[in-house]
């Protein structure tokens, strides 16, 4: 399943960030959001284009296409 795909409140193990491009690979790699990290999902946006995450005891907040390709499981 995707993060997109998460609920709200749960914490979930990353297994796989899904992207050709590199840039955006690189930049989620520098935020911390790496294979077998912990993130915690907070909540989304009313609309959903945007979801709060904690990871490393940092908050961040991801678009919903950078959601799409971080391929997580439940905890």
Do not use: C
């Amino acid at each position: 399943m995707t993060l997109y795909e998460g609920i709200e409140g749960q914490t979930y193990k990353i297994i796989q960030i899904k992207t050709p491009d590199e840039t955006l690979a690189h930049r989620l790699l520098s935020l911390g959001l790496t294979k077998d990290s912990q993130i915690f999902l907070e909540r989304f946006s009313s609309n959903k284009a945007t979801l709060a995450i904690q990871i490393n005891h940092s908050k961040l907040a991801l678009r919903d296409s950078e959601a799409q390709i971080i391929i997580v499981e439940p905890l």
